[in-house]
């Protein structure tokens, strides 16, 4: 069985400060994948990054990169200068087993203020 | 435009009373999926299907059924709702290899009085 946990439930930024969202998963399989999803007040899901466990080189999508530590399984999202349109609920995912099937974290809601 | 649609996007219905949440994807993906999000509990599949007429519980698929007749719709069935599936229902889609980024629609949150 796969788990996904993200231990803060809320964090707060100032605008164009840095934050780090925290995610640690388990897994028994070898290949899998990682995902950090963002949810807005509109409820769409929309992808943020992925990450491949077989790559060791930690992914990077503009403001957003990730902190993939594989031997710890831990897998932590920074948001550099962060923007008000940042605000989210924001899930960490895994991507493991059979199918495509993702196991989601609790969600990590943060808000960025003036 | 790539996309995952859903129908309807908000329904209030009844204690027993059946429903259908349709969802449809342009993008010829072989693999989808409903998943349900509650409050503190994040989102758990509930059905998926690797392709036409091959579909598979998830996690928590108690009360739901889904069929897989066309390969760009994947109906989630409610034969007789109750008030615990109550909650936001997404259906997403992917390529069918492991890893594929999956593309969710737009949500169907479903209140069940």
């Known amino acids: 069985a796969q788990t996904v946990t993200q231990s803060q439930p809320e964090m707060s930024v100032q605008e164009a400060e840095t934050v780090t969202l925290s995610c640690t998963y388990d897994t028994s399989e070898s290949n899998y994948y990682l995902f950090w999803y963002k949810q807005p007040p509109s409820r769409q899901m929309i992808l943020v990054i992925r990450q491949e466990a077989y790559k060791q080189q930690n992914a990077t999508e503009n403001r957003f990169s990730v902190n993939f530590q594989k031997a710890a399984k831990s897998f932590s999202l920074k948001i550099s200068d962060s923007q008000l349109g940042d605000t989210a609920m924001y899930f960490c995912?895994?991507?493991?087993?059979?199918?495509?099937?993702?196991?989601f974290g609790t969600g990590t809601q943060l808000k960025v203020e003036l | 435009e790539a996309q995952v649609t859903q129908n309807p996007r908000y329904l209030i219905t009844v204690t027993g009373k059946k429903l259908t949440v349709t969802c449809s994807q342009n993008?010829?993906?072989?693999?989808m999926s409903w998943y349900r999000q509650d409050p503190g509990l994040g989102l758990r599949q509930i059905y998926y299907?690797?392709?036409?007429?091959?579909?598979d519980k998830g996690d928590v698929p108690e009360g739901y059924k889904v069929s897989r007749k066309e390969k760009r719709n994947f109906p989630l069935i409610l034969e007789s709702p109750s008030p615990n599936q109550t909650s936001l229902y997404f259906c997403?889609?992917?390529?069918?290899?492991?890893?594929?980024?999956?593309?969710f629609g737009p949500g169907t949150r479903l209140l069940v009085l």
């Open positions: 995912a895994l991507g493991a087993g059979g199918g495509n099937k993702l196991t």
């Open positions: 997403a889609s992917s390529l069918s290899r492991q890893g594929g980024t999956q593309y």
């Open positions: 299907s690797m392709n036409v007429e091959v579909t």
């Open positions: 993008m010829n993906h072989e693999y």
